[in-house]
C-alpha cells in the first residue's frame, strides 16, 4: 500500500546514515546541470533582490516591486521582443556588469556557474556563440567554424552520455546505500562496468525527447512527467533494458500513482520554501537529497507491487540483490577467492630500497625497473580489489558479482586496479607537457570561439600553460595516499588547487606588477584570484586526472621504448626552460593574454617597452 510518510520516514534515515555522501552526489547533479537547476534560479532571484536590483512595474494600475529578470521578461511579452534580439540582449549584459559591480565576490556575469545562475535573465550563451560566428563568418576562418561545430557536437554527446545518464548514476547510488553501509568507488561506475553504458544513455535520451515534445501540449508534459517518472530508476537497476520496454514499464508502474506521487511532491512544498529563503542552501544541504531518497522508496515499493502483479515487463527488474541483502553462505561461495588469496596482500612480492618504498607508497613516484613497477601495481590493485571485496562479501556493500548482468571475467581478482598504479618520473614529466598543452589548446580555443580571434594565451610564448600541468602533477603526486578514499582526494584537490592558485596569482602579480587571470565577476571569487567555478573544475578535473586519465597514459607510455620517451621529455624540458627564461627577460603581454586592462590596452609601460 501507498505510504507516504512511510517512504519519507526511511528516506530521512537513509539521508542520516550517509548524509555527506549524498550531499555530494546531488551537488554534482546541480553542478552538471542534470537535475534541480531551479536551485540556482533561486540563488539569482535572491542575488537580484539584495543588490537592489528591484524595479516597479505597473500591472493595472497597481506599482509592485519585481527582480529587474522579470521585469524584463515582461516588457519581451509586452513589447512583442524575439528572444535572441541582439539589442536586447546586449541591454542585459550591460546590466549584469552593472550588478556584479554591487559585489564582486558574488559576480555573476562570467564563468560557468554564472551562466547557470543567469539562465533565466541573460541569454549570453546564444549571444556568445552568436557573435563568434558573425566575427568568423566575416572573416573567411571555414576551420573555426569546424571547431565550434565539433564543439557543438561534443556538448550534445557530453548531455548525452554524461550530464543526462547521471540522473541513473545518482539514483543507483541511493538504492544500494538504502540497503548497504557502504558505496565502494567502482559502484558509481555500474553502468560502465556491465557494459551497458551507451544503452543506458540512450534510453535516457529517448524519455527526455518523448518529455519535452509532450510540454509542447498544454498539459500533457505535467502528466507525461509523472509517466516516465521511474525511467531513471528502472535504468539505475536494468540499464541493459531497451529504452522503448524501459518507458512502457515505467507508465504501467505509475498507473493509478501520478496522483499520489504529484501529492508526495507537494508535501515537500516547506522544504521548497525554506530553500528559497536561504539562497538554496536548505535544499542542498537537506531538501534534495531527502526527496531523492524518498522517491527511491516509492520506486522500491512500485517495484515490489509490479512484480506481485505479474505486469508486463516485471521479470527485468530482476536485480534483486539492489533491495534485500543476500545469505552470508551464499556470499561466502562467490566470494571465497577472496578467503582463498589473503596471503597476497600481507608481504610486498617486489623487494625495495626503504626509499624507492618512500616515494612509491606516499607519492605514487616509482623509481625501480619497469618489470618491478608491473608487479608491485598488480599487488597494489589486488589489495584494493580485496578490500572492496572484502565489505561485498560480508554484507556491507552490494555484492557486485550477484548482479544479473555481471560476468565472471569482470568480477576476477586481476589486480588491475590502474589509478593506484606509481608513475616512473618520465612519465610524470610526460603527463606534466600533455596538461601544459591540454590547457593552451583549451585557453585558444575558448577565445577563439568567445572573441572570434586566434591569440597566443599565456605568460609563455610557447604552446604550453604550465599551471594546467603542474597542477595535475601536484595532485597526482602530493595526494597520492588519499587514492584510495575519492571523497577526501577531492576535498584535498579543493584545498590545494585553491592555494596553488591564489599563490600564484599573488606573486606573479607582485613579481611583475599585472595579473594573467581576473576571476572579478565569477561567482564566489577571492580577490579575484580564485572563484568557485575555478576550484569546482580543477577538482572535477583532477578526479577525471587521477583516476582516468592518468593511468590511462602511463598504460600507453609503457608500449614506448624507454629511450624515445627520455629522448623527447629532454627536448621538451630544454625548449620549455628557455621560454621560461625567456618570458622572464622579455614578458608575453597584450590584448587577450593578460587581465591587466592597461597591458591589455597597450598602456601599461611594460607593455610599451616590449
Request: glycine letters at 8%; a positive charge; hydrophobic letters at 45%.
Amino acid at each position: 500500500m501507498f505510504d507516504r510518510r512511510a517512504f519519507k520516514r526511511r528516506a530521512r534515515q537513509t539521508v542520516k546514515r550517509h548524509y555527506i555522501l549524498l550531499v555530494l552526489l546531488c551537488a554534482v547533479a546541480i553542478f552538471l546541470g542534470t537535475e534541480f537547476s531551479y536551485v540556482t534560479s533561486d540563488a539569482q532571484a535572491w542575488y537580484d533582490l539584495l543588490t537592489d536590483q528591484v524595479t516597479k512595474v505597473d500591472v493595472d494600475g497597481i506599482l509592485l516591486p519585481w527582480p529587474s529578470f522579470i521585469n524584463r521578461a515582461l516588457d519581451d511579452l509586452l513589447e512583442g521582443k524575439p528572444l535572441a534580439d541582439r539589442e536586447e540582449t546586449a541591454a542585459r549584459m550591460k546590466a549584469m556588469k552593472e550588478e556584479e559591480a554591487a559585489n564582486p565576490m558574488l559576480g555573476r556575469q562570467k564563468g560557468v556557474l554564472a551562466a547557470m545562475m543567469n539562465s533565466v535573465s541573460s541569454g549570453h550563451l546564444y549571444a556568445t556563440l552568436g557573435a563568434a560566428v558573425n566575427s568568423i563568418v566575416r572573416s573567411g576562418k571555414a576551420a573555426a567554424i569546424i571547431m565550434i561545430l565539433g564543439g557543438t557536437f561534443i556538448y550534445l554527446a557530453i548531455w548525452t552520455f554524461l550530464r543526462n545518464v547521471y540522473q541513473a548514476i545518482l539514483r543507483r547510488a541511493i538504492l544500494e546505500v538504502r540497503t548497504y553501509d557502504a558505496l565502494p568507488l567502482n559502484h558509481l561506475f555500474h553502468l560502465k562496468n556491465v557494459g551497458c553504458w551507451v544503452r543506458a544513455s540512450l534510453t535516457l535520451l529517448l524519455s527526455s525527447v518523448y518529455e519535452a515534445l509532450w510540454t509542447l501540449t498544454l498539459i500533457g508534459g505535467y502528466i507525461k512527467h509523472y509517466s516516465y517518472f521511474l525511467v531513471p530508476f528502472i535504468v539505475s537497476e536494468n540499464p541493459s533494458i531497451r529504452p522503448r520496454e524501459a518507458i512502457k514499464l515505467s507508465r504501467q508502474m505509475m498507473n493509478g500513482h501520478k496522483w499520489q506521487v504529484f501529492v508526495m511532491d507537494l508535501s515537500f512544498v516547506g522544504w521548497y520554501v525554506l530553500g528559497f529563503l536561504t539562497f538554496g542552501v536548505v535544499e542542498v544541504l537537506w531538501g534534495i537529497p531527502y526527496r531523492t531518497a524518498a522517491y527511491a522508496e516509492f520506486y522500491a515499493f512500485a517495484r515490489e507491487e509490479t512484480r506481485a502483479k505479474g505486469l508486463e515487463g516485471a521479470a527485468l527488474l530482476d536485480d534483486d540483490r539492489l533491495f534485500i541483502p543476500a545469505d552470508p553462505e551464499a556470499l561466502k561461495e562467490r566470494y571465497k577467492d577472496i578467503l582463498m588469496r589473503e596471503d597476497i596482500v600481507d608481504e610486498d612480492i617486489v623487494r625495495l630500497t626503504p626509499l624507492k618504498r618512500f616515494f612509491a607508497r606516499n607519492f605514487g613516484i616509482w623509481l625501480g625497473t619497469l618489470t618491478q613497477k608491473k608487479i608491485y601495481s598488480r599487488q597494489s590493485g589486488l589489495r584494493q580489489q580485496m578490500k572492496v571485496g572484502e565489505l561485498e562479501m560480508n554484507g556491507k556493500a552490494y555484492p557486485a558479482r550477484m548482479n544479473p548482468r555481471w560476468n565472471g571475467a569482470r568480477a576476477a581478482l586481476t589486480g588491475r586496479v590502474s589509478y593506484l598504479t606509481p608513475c616512473t618520473v618520465w612519465t610524470l614529466v610526460a603527463v606534466f607537457f600533455i596538461f601544459c598543452m591540454a590547457g593552451w589548446v583549451w585557453e585558444v580555443s575558448h577565445h577563439l570561439i568567445t572573441h572570434g580571434e586566434i591569440v597566443n594565451r599565456g605568460a609563455m610564448y610557447g604552446p604550453w600553460l604550465p599551471i594546467y600541468g603542474s597542477g595535475v602533477v601536484m595532485i597526482a603526486v602530493l595526494l597520492y595516499r588519499l587514492r584510495s578514499r575519492p571523497l577526501l582526494e577531492a576535498a584535498a584537490i579543493v584545498v590545494l588547487c585553491g592555494t596553488v592558485e591564489y599563490l600564484t596569482s599573488y606573486f606573479m602579480e607582485l613579481a611583475r606588477g599585472m595579473r594573467w587571470w581576473d576571476y572579478t565577476g565569477y561567482f564566489l571569487n577571492l580577490n579575484g584570484r580564485i572563484s568557485g567555478e575555478g576550484l569546482a573544475m580543477f577538482t572535477i578535473g583532477g578526479m577525471l586526472a587521477v583516476y582516468l586519465l592518468i593511468p590511462l597514459i602511463d598504460s600507453m607510455l609503457t608500449h614506448v621504448k624507454p629511450r624515445l620517451l627520455i629522448s623527447v621529455c629532454v627536448v621538451l624540458l630544454i625548449c620549455f626552460t628557455g621560454d621560461a627564461i625567456y618570458s622572464q627577460i622579455v614578458p608575453h603581454v597584450g590584448s587577450g593574454i593578460t587581465d591587466d586592462p592597461e597591458v591589455a590596452a597597450g598602456e601599461g609601460d611594460l607593455y610599451r617597452m616590449c
